[in-house]
């Protein structure tokens, strides 16, 4: 199955101000997926990032809260902006690992203080 | 839609004892199967999988076989150790890898 490389592994942030989480993965992959997971809670899809195209958004998620960007099969970012306390959550990128299901990085652990 | 229900925790056993967590789910047709686990402080790792009914998935001890009689993935393992504690999320996909969805999770603590 792919590796997935996921950085930083923890911030701890201002309120107000933006964080990119960078998600690099061995092999090219069409579709990259980004999660969030807030304390105690099971994962949330926030989108879908395809190489070429516009990220596909979860209901409850929008572009300019969250803008992702997937510049080539191997790499994507997803920014969290202008944060506040209520997006203290792990964050995590995903790839779709054929018969292995889906694989994923060891995701971002952000605190908004 | 499909969906995944799982029991609640936390569950809390002692070294040695013997662990089910249980797993349901809605869906049409024939959907895959996963568990995965997320130790303090991780992300996730898958733990095993099932692709077809009466499939039974395994990997350090845990097993859990696809019934599609009862729409249901239970997890299981004989003896758990203190370092099986985690957060257990069972989950499903389309035949095609599509519609991933997970179930709430179950925090599992082992005590020595």
């Known amino acids: 199955s792919a590796v997935i490389s996921q950085k930083p592994s923890r911030d701890i942030c201002q309120r107000g101000t933006s964080l990119t989480i960078q998600c690099q993965v061995d092999?090219?992959?069409?579709?990259m997926f980004w999660y969030r997971q807030q304390p105690g809670q099971s994962l949330t899809l926030i989108a879908t990032?395809?190489?070429?195209?516009?990220?596909?958004?979860e209901s409850g998620f929008v572009i300019d809260k969250f803008p992702i960007s997937r510049p080539n099969l191997t790499f994507s970012t997803l920014t969290v902006s202008n944060m506040s306390p209520e997006d203290s959550s792990i964050y995590l990128c995903s790839v779709v690992g054929g018969n292995y299901g889906y694989t994923f990085g060891s995701g971002t652990r952000l605190t908004v203080v | 839609g499909n969906s995944v229900t799982q029991m609640e925790g936390p569950v809390t056993l002692s070294e040695e004892a013997f662990l089910t967590i249980n797993c349901t789910y809605t869906a049409t047709g024939y959907p895959s199967l996963f568990w995965y686990v997320q130790y303090p402080g991780e992300g996730l790792q898958l733990l095993l999988k099932a692709t077809k009914a009466d499939d039974k998935g395994s990997n350090k001890g845990f097993e859990a076989t696809y019934r599609k009689e009862t729409t249901s993935f239970h997890l299981e393992k004989g003896s758990v150790q203190v370092s099986d504690s985690a957060v257990y999320f069972c989950a499903l996909s389309d035949r095609d890898g599509q519609n991933f969805v997970f179930g709430p999770g179950t925090r599992l603590s082992v005590l020595p």
């Open positions: 092999s090219q992959v069409t579709m």
């Open positions: 990032a395809n190489q070429g195209s516009e990220a596909t958004y």
